[in-house]
């Protein structure tokens, strides 16, 4: 939706208030590569994608914010001085969560109305909670004329989920929808939360994600399960050698293999596959550095098969649409992109043969499965921003 066509809504709803308004966006975001490497204080490697939230809001004169979401058709009030948690209404605790964060920093902030709606699909993997905690953030500082740097804002995000969402994120998410910028992945170091833009603008390759419509059932539990996996090994390495060993980010594939046998079969794959990935990351920011497509490739299908095989947190469908991309014409790389057990797959595509592909992957998916795949393609966008 454009932003003309957003402010005519505004209208519809709300009446003007004679204050401070203003119209913002925040982008979600795919990985191009890291993967499960964030909690083992590696390096991930994000993009923002061409598709976002947009948000409309206006000061009001006493302290009551009301908040509209388009795509849910509704509209929730409440106090700034009486936030509590909404189970109703999940989105509107994103909203919450930032004024909660802002308020801990001892900003005064008085109400507003807002609106917004996002062409993100939900549940796919592709942040748009993040994206709206990113958004909600940038437009409220802005019009109270509260300075917070991009790196701050995107950290103010992420505590908005951790403590009044109550979902333990990394940084990522946050980081990429604030810090992206328009033909440029972003390298993260999640240990020290560093980063770095890396060129991605290239005339013959874009990117082209596959959602393959399969709900992501087991990622709780599994998760919690990879994590205690990778600590088993890290407790390992920490005891065995004469160095400080305190995440997967400090040991390298010949520490590990040197010991193998002392190790469960579980444990050495789990640590083997992040060990490998933080290698494969700095490798493709490398690769896309020196414009190299056919590298940056083979380092996506290595990805998926560490994921598939150490890390076991694939499906029959995502390595179905990796199988299937890998047989067309004009595709350097695909993986599956995300925790895991569905979501999406994220695919290097020549730009030539883009609209083949898509074709071709939603009727062959749809053939072997039944399934409707949807198919976003994107260059890497800009981050949040004022429209």
């Not at 592709?126 to 790196?151: N, Q, R, Y």
């Not at 980063?195 to 059932?217: A, D, H, M, T, W």
């Not at 043969?353 to 198919?375: C, G, M, P, R, W």
Request: charged content about 30%; overall charge negative; some cysteine.
């Amino acid at each position: 939706m454009n932003k003309e066509l957003l402010l005519k809504k505004y209208h519809n709803i709300f009446a003007d208030t004679s204050l401070d308004s203003g119209v913002y966006a925040a982008p979600g975001r795919v990985n191009l590569i890291g993967e499960h490497t964030d909690y083992n204080d590696g390096f991930v490697m994000p993009m923002a994608i061409e598709k976002d939230i947009k948000m409309v809001i206006q000061l009001r004169k006493d302290k009551k914010v009301k908040a509209y979401s388009l795509d849910y058709d509704k509209l929730v009030e409440f106090e700034i001085d009486n936030l509590l948690y909404d189970k109703e209404n999940i989105w509107v605790n994103y909203i919450k969560g930032v004024i909660d964060e802002l308020q801990k920093m001892d900003k005064k902030l008085q109400g507003f109305n807002l609106i917004f709606t996002g062409n993100i699909p939900q549940g796919s993997g592709l942040s748009s909670s993040a994206a709206l905690e990113v958004v909600t953030a940038l437009a409220i500082s802005d019009l109270h004329k509260i300075e917070i740097e991009a790196v701050e804002l995107a950290l103010l995000a992420q505590r908005a989920e951790n403590n009044f969402v109550n979902v333990q994120c990394g940084i990522m998410d946050q980081y990429i929808s604030r810090l992206g910028k328009k033909d440029n992945a972003l390298l993260i170091d999640c240990r020290t939360n560093e980063y770095q833009l890396v060129p991605f603008e290239n005339e013959e390759y874009q990117i082209v994600i596959c959602n393959s419509k399969v709900e992501r059932g087991l990622v709780d539990s599994e998760y919690n399960n990879r994590r205690k996996e990778c600590n088993q090994a890290v407790d390992f390495f920490a005891e065995k050698l004469d160095r400080n060993i305190t995440a997967l980010r400090d040991l390298d594939l010949d520490t590990l293999q040197k010991y193998r046998e002392e190790l469960s079969e579980t444990v050495y794959k789990r640590a083997h596959h992040v060990i490998s990935e933080n290698q494969r990351v700095l490798a493709a920011e490398e690769a896309l550095e020196e414009n190299d497509m056919d590298n940056l490739g083979k380092l996506l299908y290595a990805s998926h098969e560490s994921l598939r095989d150490d890390y076991e947190v694939s499906c029959e469908e995502l390595d179905l649409l990796v199988d299937l991309a890998s047989q067309q014409k004009g595709v350097k790389g695909a993986r599956m992109t995300g925790a895991g057990f569905g979501g999406c797959t994220v695919n290097l595509v020549n730009k030539a043969f883009t609209a083949d592909f898509v074709e071709k992957i939603k009727s062959k998916y749809y053939q072997k499965t039944n399934l409707k795949a949807d198919i976003y393609i994107t260059n890497p966008a800009s981050g949040a921003r004022k429209l």
